[in-house]
């Protein structure tokens, strides 16, 4: 019986993770990480019911809590084309 060489370097193989430490016990750092000076943060306010028509929004509540920056309706983007708001 003939045994042949692996023709394969990296197939069938373990590789080395260098990474795989701080992974695994929760050191490594990730994009959602990082916290950069005067970051600001969003959040999406969705309708708690699924087909319905959103004939008004009111955001004066959201406006008047402390910290908020701003805050984005529909109304502050362009219609798609063709379409009317």
Excluded: N
């Amino acid at each position: 019986m003939v045994v042949r060489e692996r023709p394969f370097k990296v197939v069938g193989t373990r590789p080395v993770r260098p990474d795989g430490v701080d992974k695994v016990t929760g050191r490594a750092v990730y994009g959602v990480d990082v916290r950069l000076p005067r970051m600001l943060f969003a959040r999406v306010k969705r309708s708690p019911y699924a087909h319905a028509l959103v004939k008004r929004i009111d955001t004066s509540k959201a406006h008047a809590l402390p910290g908020v920056m701003g805050v984005i309706t529909f109304a502050d983007f362009p219609s798609p084309a063709g379409r009317e708001a």
